[in-house]
C-alpha cells in the first residue's frame, strides 16, 4: 500500500471533477461512490452507461461530466464500451488522434444490469480482454422503476416485488467470484463511506490494462427505506458488520483491505434500513436474522482460515 | 345545474407535493373514493425523474360519463398543494392553468388571505392547517390531503372515503390503515364548511376540445433544430437546491477544517475555500444532511428554510 498517494482523507482531491445538479435522489450512495472515482478517474474518460438511476445524470441538454457519454440498452454496455474503444484505437492507429488524447472507456451499469441482464455481454468483455473498466453502483434491486428484487438484493429485503412477510427469498449473487473467475487484471468492492479505500481502488484500477470491475455497494434512501442523511452510516456499517467485505482481486488472489476487527452483529446494520423492519416488528423473526448472521460469519471463516 | 350538464362535467384535481410525500397515494386514495361513488375515475403520478424532495404531480379525473381526456391536467377544478413552500416554485407549476373558477387548497399554517396576496391566487383559496404534532403527523400527509380534497369536491361520502383508505393502504397493514383512517377523515371533516366548493368542469368531446396552442417551428436542418451541444458540466443549471426543505448551516468556530464533509458529500456541494473552511452551494446542496450527521466536530446543523431569510432563492 506504500506506493498509493491516499494515505489521509488530505489526500484526497478537494476540487471536485463531477458537476451538481443531477436528477440523482438527496442522500445517494451510488452518487457519492462515482463523486469520488471520477475525482480519481479524471477527466479523460469516456462514459458508457447502461440504463438505470444513472442515465437521468445525463439528459439532454445537461450532463454533469467533463467529457462525452454514452446511453445503451441494459444488457449492452459492455459491448458498447468495445465499440468506443475500438474506435478510439483505430483514430489512434490512423493518428487522427495522439495518445494525448486517449480515453479511459468506463462502462457504469446498476446491479440489474451487472448482476443480471448485463452479465453474458460484460463476460464475453472480460473474456477478449477488452481495455475498460467497469463500475457497477450496487443499491440491491431496480432502484430506478420502485425497487424491485434484482440479483443483487440480498436475502430477506423486502422490495417492490417480495413485499411478504419474508421478504426476497433469494440470496444476493457473488458477483465479485464470479467477475474474479474470469481472471481479469482487476476487481474491487467499494463504498462510498471509505473514501480512502476507494481512492486508493481507483489508483490502482487505473493505473492498469485490460478488464477492471469495480462493485460499489449503494446504500440507497429511496429503496432502502432510510433517511437520506444515514448513507454514511449504514455504508460503514455494512463493512463493519462483514455484510460488505471490501476486497480485491489481484494477480489472480483476493485480498481484503480493511478487515473488521471486532465484526459488528448484522442486526446493527439491518435495524437501520425500514426494508429489514419486518425482521423485527412486529415480532422477531430470529430465524432470518440468524440465517443472514451464518451466511455472514461462515464468508468469514472462510478467510480466517 | 341542469341534469345533463351533470353527467357531461368532469372533476379535474391535480396534486402538487414534494417526493416522498405520497402524493401518487393520494390520487389513488381521491380516485378510489370517486370511482366507489360510481364515477369513471383516472388517477396517475406524473412519470419522471421522480425523487425525494422534488417536485412531484399527481392527477385525478373523474366524470359520470367515460373519460376521453389524456395526459396531464391543464386546467384544473382543484389544486391541492401539500407542501406550501412549492407555491412560490415556478418550477412546481403551482398556479398553472388556474382559472377563477378552480379552488386552490393548501395544507399550511398561513392564512388563505396571504396565499392570495403573494402569489396573486384567485379567490377560491382554503387552508388546512398543520396539527400541532407536525413531525409525526407528516408522515400522514397524503390522506390528509386526500381526505380533504373528498370534501371539497362535494360528491364523496364520509363512506366511500373510509373504504377508500382501506383498500388503498390494505398493505401496509391494520395499524397504519387505522392511523391513516383518522387523518384522512379528521382531514374530511374540518372541511365541511367548503363542501361542494369545487365545481366540476365541462366534460370535452372531440367537438369541444380546445387544441393545445401549437408553436409553428420553421423546417430547419437538423444540426440547427436539434444541436449537439458539446459544454461540460451543463448540469450545474439545474437548481436542485429547490428540492430541500431543510439547510444545513455552518458554524466555522466549530469547524476543524478536516474536509470530511466536502469528501462525503454526494452532490459534491460543499467546496473548500482557501483556508480551508468548508462552503456549502445552496444553489445545488439537496438537504440529504449527510454532513450534518457524519461532522466529527458537530460544526454543521439544520435549519428550516422557511426560517431562512433567503429561503426562497
Not at chain 1, 452518487?31 to 445524470?57: P, Q
Request: net charge negative; charged share 20%; proline share 6%.
Amino acid at each position: 500500500m506504500s506506493e498509493t498517494r491516499f494515505q489521509s482523507l488530505k489526500d484526497l482531491p478537494a476540487a471536485h471533477l463531477l458537476g451538481t445538479g443531477t436528477a440523482m435522489c438527496a442522500g445517494c450512495g451510488a452518487l457519492e461512490a462515482l463523486h469520488g472515482i471520477y475525482d480519481i478517474l479524471g477527466e479523460k474518460t469516456v462514459f458508457i452507461n447502461a440504463a438505470g438511476c444513472m442515465t437521468l445524470l445525463s439528459v439532454y441538454p445537461y450532463t454533469p461530466f467533463r467529457g462525452s457519454w454514452l446511453y445503451t440498452a441494459m444488457a449492452s454496455a459492455p459491448a458498447g464500451a468495445q465499440g468506443v474503444r475500438d474506435a478510439l484505437d483505430i483514430l489512434l492507429e490512423k493518428k487522427r488522434i495522439g495518445p494525448e488524447d486517449d480515453l479511459q472507456t468506463v462502462v457504469l451499469t446498476g446491479d440489474g444490469s451487472a448482476y443480471g441482464m448485463g452479465l453474458s455481454a460484460t463476460s464475453a468483455a472480460i473474456e477478449r480482454g477488452l481495455d475498460f473498466l467497469y463500475i457497477c453502483y450496487d443499491n440491491e434491486g431496480y432502484g430506478n422503476t420502485g425497487h424491485q428484487s434484482s440479483g443483487a438484493t440480498p436475502h430477506g429485503a423486502r422490495t417492490a416485488t417480495c413485499k411478504g412477510g419474508h421478504g426476497f427469498g433469494g440470496y444476493k449473487k457473488d458477483l465479485f467470484a464470479i467477475w474474479a473467475a474470469h481472471r481479469p487484471a482487476y476487481v474491487a468492492t467499494v463504498v462510498g463511506a471509505e473514501p480512502l479505500d476507494l481512492a486508493r481502488k481507483v489508483e490502482k484500477a487505473k493505473a492498469m490494462q485490460g478488464p477492471r470491475l469495480l462493485i460499489a455497494l449503494a446504500p440507497c434512501p429511496t429503496g432502502w427505506d432510510y433517511d437520506p442523511r444515514e448513507t454514511v452510516k449504514i455504508g460503514k456499517l455494512a463493512v463493519k458488520s462483514g455484510v460488505w467485505p471490501l476486497k480485491e482481486y489481484i494477480g489472480g488472489k483476493t485480498v481484503h483491505t480493511k478487515l473488521p476487527r471486532k465484526r459488528l452483529p448484522v442486526e446493527e446494520y439491518l435495524k437501520t434500513q425500514g426494508r429489514f423492519t419486518h425482521l423485527f416488528e412486529p415480532q422477531r423473526d430470529e430465524q432470518t436474522i440468524q440465517e443472514i448472521q451464518a451466511r455472514v460469519d461462515a464468508y468469514w471463516h472462510e478467510f480466517d482460515g | 345545474m341542469p341534469k345533463q350538464d351533470i353527467i357531461n362535467s368532469m372533476y379535474r384535481v391535480r396534486f402538487h407535493g414534494r417526493g416522498g410525500q405520497g402524493m401518487k397515494t393520494a390520487s389513488r386514495v381521491l380516485g378510489k373514493a370517486f370511482f366507489l361513488e360510481g364515477f369513471e375515475v383516472q388517477d396517475a403520478p406524473r412519470y419522471g425523474a421522480e425523487r425525494r424532495g422534488a417536485p412531484i404531480f399527481a392527477y385525478v379525473r373523474a366524470s359520470r360519463k367515460a373519460i376521453n381526456e389524456r395526459g396531464i391536467i391543464r386546467r384544473p377544478d382543484l389544486v391541492v398543494v401539500a407542501d406550501d413552500s412549492l407555491v412560490d416554485i415556478p418550477a412546481a407549476g403551482v398556479s398553472q392553468g388556474v382559472s377563477t373558477a378552480t379552488v386552490v387548497l393548501i395544507y399550511s399554517n398561513h392564512e388563505p388571505g396571504t396565499w392570495k396576496q403573494r402569489c396573486s391566487l384567485p379567490e377560491n383559496v382554503v387552508t388546512l392547517p398543520f396539527p400541532e404534532d407536525t413531525q409525526h403527523e407528516h408522515r400522514f400527509i397524503s390522506t390528509i390531503c386526500a381526505g380533504a380534497a373528498a370534501r371539497l369536491s362535494g360528491a364523496i361520502s364520509r363512506d366511500c372515503l373510509k373504504e377508500a383508505v382501506q383498500e388503498e393502504l390494505a398493505d401496509l397493514g391494520e395499524e397504519m390503515v387505522q392511523a391513516n383512517l383518522s387523518r384522512a377523515l379528521h382531514a374530511y371533516d374540518l372541511m365541511a364548511p367548503y363542501s361542494n366548493l369545487v365545481v366540476a368542469g365541462a366534460g370535452e368531446t372531440g367537438e369541444t376540445f380546445s387544441k393545445p396552442d401549437w408553436i409553428e417551428l420553421p423546417f430547419e436542418p437538423a444540426r440547427v433544430s436539434a444541436p449537439s451541444i458539446h459544454a461540460v458540466l451543463t448540469s450545474e443549471k439545474v437548481a436542485t437546491g429547490l428540492w430541500r426543505t431543510m439547510r444545513p448551516v455552518i458554524d466555522d468556530s466549530l469547524c476543524q477544517r478536516c474536509g470530511l464533509c466536502n469528501s462525503l458529500c454526494p452532490e459534491g456541494a460543499i467546496s473548500l475555500d482557501t483556508a480551508g473552511f468548508p462552503q456549502i452551494d445552496y444553489v445545488h446542496c439537496k438537504g440529504c444532511m449527510i454532513c450534518v450527521a457524519e461532522c466529527p466536530t458537530h460544526a454543521i446543523h439544520t435549519l428550516p428554510e422557511h426560517e431562512t431569510e433567503k429561503g426562497l432563492e
